[in-house]
């Protein structure tokens, strides 16, 4: 995990839970958002990166960004197939998103009922209908 400082991480974390425990701190934490970025920055522990994962404590309010890794790794959250779709569409705007992706943007209030459910009709086609493409 070259790269990857969990002390730094949870130097950085602490501070910033009520918990002064990081297990029982990591559970404060919930994902609010992520972004990719073509520009280089570093993930509090330490790490370059490109994919960052901004999350809000719930019990203090505090905000920050970990990378990919770090929210994977050590706070449990899982968005590999999120960044997986988000990266399809950037290489590709007329790909179709992924389970992961139209989850997380329902969730944040991206999408209306129709375009979620249009959205989830067509993830898995590879050609889109007359129709469906006006």
Same mark, same amino acid.
């Given at each position: 995990m070259e790269g990857h400082n969990f002390?730094?991480?949870?130097a950085h974390i602490l501070p910033r839970s #009520? &918990?002064?425990e990081f297990? &029982? &701190?990591r559970? +404060?934490? !919930?994902?609010?958002? #992520? +972004?990719m970025s !073509? +520009?280089? !920055?570093?993930?509090p522990c330490g790490q370059q990166i490109f994919e960052h994962c901004y999350i809000r404590n719930r019990l203090t309010r505090s905000e920050t960004y970990v990378g990919n890794v770090c929210i994977n790794r050590f706070l449990g959250i899982d968005t590999g197939n999120l960044f997986d779709g988000l990266k399809r569409i950037r290489d590709d705007p007329s790909a179709n998103a992924n389970e992961s992706l139209i989850e997380y943007a329902r969730r944040n209030g991206f999408l209306f009922d129709k375009e979620y459910q249009f959205l989830h009709s067509t993830k898995l086609k590879r050609k889109l209908s007359g129709p469906q493409l006006r």
């Open positions: 002390e730094r991480l949870k #009520v &918990a002064q297990n &029982a &701190a559970s +404060e934490w !919930d994902l609010m958002y #992520v +972004e !073509d +520009e280089p !920055d570093h993930c």
